[in-house]
């Protein structure tokens, strides 16, 4: 009566932990999450080399949606199903990209498990973020010293924004590409100045990676490279790296 969840990292499967490839390679059933039906789980992909041939594998769908009340069904369900598979005595797994705890499907169902399944015990595999992959490429760091740090995930509310902006030093902004160049233009407008450094990844760790890095007096104005919700920027006030 136990579940498993892994963290399955950002992308490459090199990077998944090796206590996660252990109990991936245990599983009887893995559960993954997509963003619809038929679209393939990108946690999945990244640990199928791993996986038993007698192994069922389940795509579970959540969407993209900010409607709350739909969104909640899903949750149940999804965490329903998962329950009932770990009540049949198979050793159950449910995959997240990146991290359990950052921005992820399961915080939603594991909710649900602790509320309405509480016979179901439950263990969490860290895995590595897509930020700490990408400072990894980069050759950056995140925070030194007594600099603060604020992450922000997509949909940006660019007045919030200009709030945390004016009391941290490090800004690492999460998914959706599309909207770090409006994020670059304002950057100047709180408190980052021309010299701080802008540093911008897609399909970070896999292949088709894009990665580059710049000043911001470089970036204002420009059309950034990224396109993709799974992108990453970093911009630091302090620019200890390149000194």
Known sequence: MKLFCVGCGPGDPELLTVKAVN??????????PTARDGKPSIALSVVERHLKKSARTVSLVFPMTKERESLSDYWKRNAL???DAVRSDKKVVYLTVGDPALYSTWIYIHRELVCNH????IE???????????AAQAKMSLAEGDETVAIIPACYDLNRIKKVANCCDTLIFLKDG???DRVIE??????????????IAQDISVEGEILKMSKLRDM????GPTEKYFSIMVAKKNNHDRK
Do not use: C, Q
């Not at 109990?23 to 993954?32: L, N, P, Q, R, T």
């Not at 509480?118 to 015990?121: F, R, Y």
């Not at 304002?186 to 540093?199: K, T, V």
């Open 23 to 32: 109990i991936i390679k245990a599983a009887e059933v893995i559960f993954a």
């Open 81 to 83: 199903e998962i329950a």
């Open 118 to 121: 509480e016979d179901i015990e």
């Open 124 to 134: 969490i595999v860290p895995g590595v973020t897509s930020m700490f992959a990408f």
């Open 178 to 180: 599309r909207y770090f």
């Open 186 to 199: 304002m950057l100047s407008e709180a408190g980052f100045g021309d010299d701080s450094s802008i540093a």
């Open 220 to 223: 204002v104005g420009t059309k």
